[in-house]
């Protein structure tokens, strides 16, 4: 079956650096997106990656081993507004999105 | 209309009611996307479109119903609510049907079925 794991939940602290880490294992692979997800609200893009390697974008970077399953989503220099839902989803074979439950990032002052 | 929209906000349903999700985009996707998100649960996809006129079957398609008449609209129905499918649901849309493509979502409708 297809699989997609993220930790539930993580707490950091503001100014800090955190790594969301989600591993993966599908029927073929056409890429990775990163969304993120405010409480009540809907999910937006952050990042896509098809290659390997690590992907910076401002304070976000997002890092993919195709190898290995993996991919993480590093913020630095985190700031309140940073507390959300991190959703790891991959694109199957078939085009398809195969969607992990999410992570919950809570940021502490 | 900026964007994807959806109606309404947030209903409470008796079960056994019918009720129409209603969601409109005027980015011109040709892809759109009905999703539910339980707690605990990644999104579960419920019904596509690729295009207008056409529909598919996603991962949880029992107990809904979807038409595409026209490129903007992506209703769906529950013929007959059921406590189950009580849930957040969301609608997206993407330029191509591509999974490669991203994915814009709605603001959401929070459903609860009594």
């Known amino acids: 079956g297809q699989n997609i794991d993220q930790p539930t939940e993580m707490t950091a602290t503001e100014g800090a650096i955190v790594q969301i880490n989600c591993t993966y294992q599908?029927?073929?692979?056409?890429?990775l997106f990163w969304y993120q997800q405010h409480a009540g609200e809907a999910p937006t893009f952050l990042s896509y990656n098809v290659l390997d390697g690590l992907e910076e974008k401002g304070r976000f970077s997002s890092f993919l081993s195709r190898s290995k399953g993996y991919s993480y989503l590093l913020l630095k220099e985190l700031q309140m507004k940073d507390s959300a839902s991190y959703l790891c989803a991959v694109c199957d074979s078939n085009y398809q999105l195969i969607w992990g439950a999410g992570t919950k990032l809570i940021i502490k002052p | 209309i900026a964007g994807i929209t959806q109606a309404p906000t947030s209903q409470i349903l008796a079960a056994g009611r019918r009720m129409t999700l209603r969601c409109t985009q005027d980015m011109r996707h040709n892809a759109m996307y009905w999703y539910r998100q339980d707690l605990g649960l990644g999104l579960r996809l419920i019904h596509y479109?690729?295009?207008?006129?056409?529909?598919g079957k996603g991962e949880v398609p029992d107990g809904y119903s979807v038409s595409r008449a026209n490129t903007d609209d992506f209703p769906l129905t529950l013929a007959s609510a059921v406590p189950s499918q009580t849930s957040v649901y969301f609608c997206a849309s993407s330029v191509s049907s591509e999974g490669t493509d991203t994915q814009y979502f709605g603001p959401g409708t929070r459903l609860t079925v009594l």
């Open positions: 599908t029927s073929g692979f056409n890429g």
């Open positions: 479109s690729n295009t207008a006129g056409t529909t």
